[in-house]
Each structure stands twice: as structure tokens, then as C-alpha cells.
């Protein structure tokens, strides 16, 4: 398997209250991944990254941040939380174009 | 828009016999399909892939066949064991786009004994 690991793996959080998930690899990918997992629509790109400090939108960025600082790490910000957001977040890391990606065991977030 | 569909949400297919799980893509600049297995509670797991230039890649009891001109590809498993109970999710990503994935929303399969 994959060494990434995401934490926490479960947080209730509050409406406003703003929220950080963390993804660390062993890896040493180059590309990081967020991704949300809602019934029926499968998993949906949140942001991604392709080295430190450069990161990029994916489909459903609106209300979330990134940074990435180091190469082992990929930070997902929620910069005020609303219950639109609860959802399961998945990192991915990737070591190249047209590789596979590896995922994370997910993030449960409750916003109430 | 959804750009990848996998138009079946479940499917139960008794142990022994062949799973065939399917999805369809909209976006001609996708060149690289993967499959997805999804234990509950767990993240996705790479499953198999398959490279535009193919049209079919094998990896044990699993393959995918991709038909460019339909857009369409299947994966097929056989034989099912009950342990192939999942969900399976069908992704899609396109060169020059730092293999972001796009998904579709998964097949449920269901190995019956």
C-alpha cells in the first residue's frame, strides 16, 4: 500500500468554524490530490497540486483553500464551514502523468 | 455535466459466474481509464487500467475492454467471488492534466453465494 496517511479520520465541526485536513505521503509523488465522495456523485476534485507551493482548482473548489509547503504534505482548508461540506475527503498522490493514484483511507467530516 | 456515467448504480451476479460492469465517458480528450474498487469505510483501490492506445488490458481474473469509437468501456471479472463485493468506480483523466481524475458515481456489485 501506498504510504498516506490523512488526518483526522473523523471530525464534527461547526457551521462557521473553519477546518484543516491534512494529508502526509512517504511516497515522495510529485502530485496531491483532494477529492470529496457524496452519494451520487461519485468523487469529485476539489484541489490538486503539482510540486511545493504550486497548486490548482479541480471542479469544486468554492469554499476551500490548499498549500502545499512541503512535498510530503497537502493541506485542505475549509476557511468557514457549512453543512454543504459534510462529506468523505480522499487525498490522492500520483507520481506522474498518466500513473495511477493512490488514495488515502478518507476523512469523515460532519459539519452541524 | 457528468463527463464519465456508469449508468448502473448496483448489480448482483451469483459467485462463479461473470461480472460485467460498464461505463461510458463524453470527453474525446480522455486517453487513460482506471477501475476503482471501494470497500466501506475504506479509501479507493486501484483496481486496473487501460491506455487509449489499447483496446483491451488483463490483469488476472480482471479485464478492461475500451471501444474508442462508442466511448464505452467494461470491466469484466471472472470468475466473481463473494470477496469482489464492492463498489467500483470507473475514472477517466486526460494528458497534460496532472492525471487529475474525473469519476463516475460507481457500480455497487453484489457476489451472491
Known amino acids: 500500500d501506498a504510504g498516506i496517511t490523512q488526518s483526522p479520520r473523523h471530525k464534527v465541526t461547526e457551521t462557521g468554524t473553519p477546518v484543516t485536513l491534512r494529508c502526509h505521503q512517504t511516497e515522495n509523488h510529485r502530485y496531491m490530490y483532494w477529492y470529496r465522495q457524496d452519494p451520487g456523485h461519485g468523487l469529485r476534485l476539489i484541489h490538486y497540486s503539482y510540486g511545493v507551493k504550486d497548486t490548482d482548482k479541480g471542479e469544486v473548489s468554492d469554499g476551500y483553500s490548499v498549500s502545499r509547503s512541503k512535498t510530503e504534505d497537502f493541506l485542505l482548508t475549509l476557511e468557514s464551514a457549512t453543512s454543504s461540506q459534510t462529506s468523505v475527503y480522499f487525498c490522492a498522490i500520483s507520481e506522474s502523468q498518466g500513473s495511477r493514484a493512490f488514495f488515502g483511507q478518507g476523512t469523515r467530516l460532519t459539519v452541524v | 455535466d457528468q463527463q464519465v456515467k456508469q449508468n448502473s448504480p448496483s448489480l448482483s451476479v451469483q459467485e462463479g459466474r461473470i461480472s460485467i460492469l460498464n461505463c461510458d465517458y463524453t470527453?474525446?480528450?480522455?486517453?487513460?481509464f482506471l477501475w476503482y474498487k471501494k470497500y466501506p469505510a475504506e479509501g479507493p483501490t486501484f483496481l486496473i487500467s487501460?491506455?487509449?492506445?489499447?483496446d483491451k488490458n488483463e490483469d488476472g481474473r480482471f479485464t478492461v475492454f475500451l471501444n474508442k469509437s462508442a466511448k464505452h468501456l467494461s470491466l469484466h471479472i471472472v470468475p466473481s467471488q463473494p470477496g469482489d463485493s464492492a463498489v467500483y468506480f470507473c475514472?477517466?483523466?486526460?494528458?497534460?492534466?496532472?492525471?487529475?481524475?474525473?469519476f463516475g458515481t460507481g457500480t455497487r456489485l453484489q457476489v451472491t453465494l
Open positions: 487501460i491506455s487509449s492506445i489499447k
Open positions: 475514472a477517466a483523466s486526460a494528458a497534460g492534466t496532472a492525471s487529475k481524475l474525473t
Open positions: 470527453n474525446s480528450m480522455f486517453d487513460y
